[in-house]
């Protein structure tokens, strides 16, 4: 049974840092994209950022890009989104996802949301 | 960027119902789409994918069509069970966009 399992949210000031973690189980995690998607309080869903399969190609939404790092540890089969510089529209549920295929293509599995509140 | 854009933001509708939401691109996706349905507090689910594919577990009564510019989520009788938001997803080019949902309540 394929499980993704979001952790590391919480409460941070502006500015602060914090380290999500997406652990995944049940398929060969090694052989998939992966993505976070976050959704602000009562609004819609927003892609954040997606990592190919080896780690080695990253993409991120302009609204994150330069304060956000994706990454992933295909031996421990997790994934990261290390997230600085954190602002107030930077709070929301934030999900991993799992890629169809090696390539971006719809998800077929999400972890179940960590929250993650910005604010002082 | 890519522009997603769902019609109705919201519908009512009763059980038995059919139901459609259409999803427009700024441009050509081929069939580069996916359908989410998400119920309050809880992570989207995969409906359907390469904007016509149903998603293995997910119930006939939901199917979806198109290409291009235009796409189309039909719920052909609708069940207690369906009222949730649903969205749309491009993943023809990055960054990946969703529509801004449509929301299915109970008449």
């Known amino acids: 049974e394929v499980q993704l399992v979001d952790s590391g949210g919480g409460l941070v000031q502006p500015g602060g840092s914090l380290r999500l973690s997406c652990a995944a189980s049940?398929?060969?995690?090694?052989?998939?994209?992966m993505s976070w998607v976050r959704q602000a309080p009562g609004k819609g869903l927003e892609w954040v950022s997606c990592?190919?399969?080896?780690?080695?190609?990253?993409y991120y939404a302009d609204s994150v890009k330069g304060r956000f790092t994706i990454s992933r540890d295909n031996s421990k089969n997790t994934l990261y989104l290390q997230m600085n510089s954190l602002r107030a529209e930077d709070t929301a549920v934030y999900y991993c996802?799992?890629?169809?295929?090696?390539?971006?293509?719809?998800?077929?599995?999400w972890g179940q949301g960590i929250l993650v509140a910005v604010s002082s | 960027d890519i522009q997603m854009t769902q019609s109705p933001s919201s519908v009512s509708a009763s059980v038995g119902d059919r139901v459609t939401i259409t999803c427009r691109a700024s441009?050509?996706?081929?069939?580069?789409l996916a359908w989410y349905q998400q119920k309050p507090g809880k992570a989207p689910k995969v409906l359907i994918y390469?904007?016509?594919s149903l998603q293995s577990g997910v119930p006939s009564r939901f199917s979806g069509s198109g290409s291009g510019t235009d796409f189309t989520l039909t719920i052909s009788s609708l069940q207690p069970a369906d009222f949730a938001t649903y969205y749309c997803?491009?993943?023809?080019?990055?960054?990946?966009?969703f529509g801004g949902g449509t929301k299915v309540e109970i008449k």
């Open positions: 996802a799992k890629h169809r295929g090696s390539s971006a293509t719809s998800y077929d599995y």
């Open positions: 049940g398929f060969t995690f090694s052989s998939y994209a």
């Open positions: 990592i190919s399969d080896s780690g080695g190609t990253t």
């Open positions: 441009q050509g996706i081929s069939n580069w």
């Open positions: 390469a904007a016509s």
């Open positions: 997803q491009q993943t023809y080019s990055f960054p990946l966009t």
